[in-house]
């Protein structure tokens, strides 16, 4: 099988649920190989971190969009997104993220701990009621959603009430970033889009009249300050990626991360009596089976290469980091679940310019969140059969049913 055969058997059914053999085919290739005309893909640790760091290789920000998919504006969800630190190159994309991130701190992040354990608490209590009686409990609906969710809404200053409608119109939403045959696929998506920069229109207009503090507030005030550094579709835009963002990795990390437990009781024992810990856990879960797979970057410069493939201009590369996270020239049996390893060094949140603002968040969730389930629940078990999202860039459960009694 070639490297255009295997894209294409990624974008099957059978491809989204479990494309780790088809990685394994695309290594037989080499580390980059070939995968159509003018697309190349690459599969090694080394080399997708290269192409990461390298500012060289860019995301297809609105300009190329335009230039090489005609008509993508008219979909808002595509739009949207182009105007986000998600899909901007430089200048624009550092002039946005030094806003966002000089709001978005890492001792901001850091001083949310207390909270993020209370919610864990209060998550469980409600989980342990929900269960009580044996019967099955959603661990993706009743946990795994609502604590990331709850976290990034309270430091975006999103109330409360507001918060059980994210998960669907995040889910219809990130279809936008899925490697699609048809864009009549993107009819959800785009109404996600503008319900939630209509929600965000709103929220922005009654921080600007009354300001809290808030990332919604901090953000407004720049854009109402000061135009040039961050415009009106430029805020919304960023305000939408930094709710989805902020959940809908984090989701994936905790599901991925219990269904890994359930499949390795010694590691479920280890991280429950301490043997393990609750980052080395982590780590490997991100590594092991990533909630982010792939991601693309378009090379705009005479002279690039990945690794030892050339990538001339207007080269589009697949960075597919399920597999980079497996590479067995970087990882000693990287087929083995094993949260014991050493400098471990996954490449899920991306790295260079594009590394995830929210990696230090997402850690702290899951470090807070999963020894506390197993020591609140010692008879955890899974509740019934998992059921899997049809999604191959974003990688989670929809639903991982659990019996929490016995």
């Known amino acids: ?6 894209v294409e058997q990624l974008m099957t059914e059978d491809g989204r649920n479990d494309p780790y053999p088809l990685y394994e085919l695309a290594r037989g290739l080499g580390p980059v190989s070939r995968c159509g005309e003018d697309m190349i893909m690459a599969v090694g640790h080394r080399e997708v971190n290269q192409a990461l760091r390298n500012a060289a290789f860019v995301v297809a920000d609105s300009d190329l969009r335009e230039r090489w998919e005609p008509g993508f504006a008219d979909h808002s969800s595509k739009l949207m997104l182009s105007r986000s630190i998600l899909e901007s190159n430089a200048p624009h994309h550092a002039r946005m993220r030094s806003l966002i991130a000089s709001v978005f ?6 001083a949310l701990e207390p909270a993020v354990v209370a919610a864990v608490h ?9 269960g009580a009686d044996g019967s099955p409990v959603d661990f993706m609906d009743s946990f795994a959603f609502r604590l990331p969710v709850g976290v990034i809404c309270e430091l975006l200053g999103v109330p409360e009430a507001d918060r059980y409608r994210f998960r669907s119109l995040a889910s219809d939403l990130t279809a936008a970033l899925e490697i699609i045959a048809d864009d009549s696929e993107l009819v959800a998506a785009d109404e996600a889009a503008d319900e939630l920069s209509s929600y965000f229109a709103e929220l922005a207009a009654q921080r600007r009249a009354h300001p809290q503090d808030d990332l919604v507030s901090a953000l407004v005030q720049v854009a109402a300050t000061d135009e040039a550094r961050l415009s009106e579709p430029e805020l919304l835009a960023n305000l939408v990626l930094l709710l989805v963002a902020g959940f809908e990795t984090t989701t994936n990390l905790l599901g991925n991360g219990l269904a890994l437990l ?5 590691a479920l024992a280890g991280l429950r009596g301490g043997t393990l810990t609750p980052a080395g856990f982590t780590e490997e879960v991100l590594r092991f089976d990533s909630p982010v797979q792939l991601t693309s970057r378009i090379s705009l410069t005479d002279g690039l290469r990945i690794g030892e493939v050339e990538a001339p201009y207007g080269t589009g590369a697949f960075l597919l980091i399920g597999a980079a996270n497996r590479d067995p020239v970087r990882y000693e049996h990287p087929e083995r679940f094993d949260p014991s390893r050493r400098d471990s060094q996954p490449l899920s949140f991306g790295g260079g310019p594009h590394y995830c603002l929210g990696a230090q968040l997402a850690r702290l969730e899951s470090n807070v969140a999963m020894p ?8 955890l078990a899974p509740g019934g059969e998992p059921v899997r999202r049809d999604r191959l860039v974003l990688r989670g459960y929809q639903t991982l049913p659990v019996v929490v009694q016995p």
């Open 1 to 6: 099988m070639d490297g255009a055969a295997i």
């Open 105 to 110: 701190t890492a001792r901001r992040v850091a």
């Open 122 to 130: 209060r998550l469980l209590d409600e989980m342990a009621e929900q």
């Open 262 to 266: 359930f499949d390795h009781p010694e």
């Open 372 to 379: 506390a389930l197993l020591a609140r629940f010692p008879a």
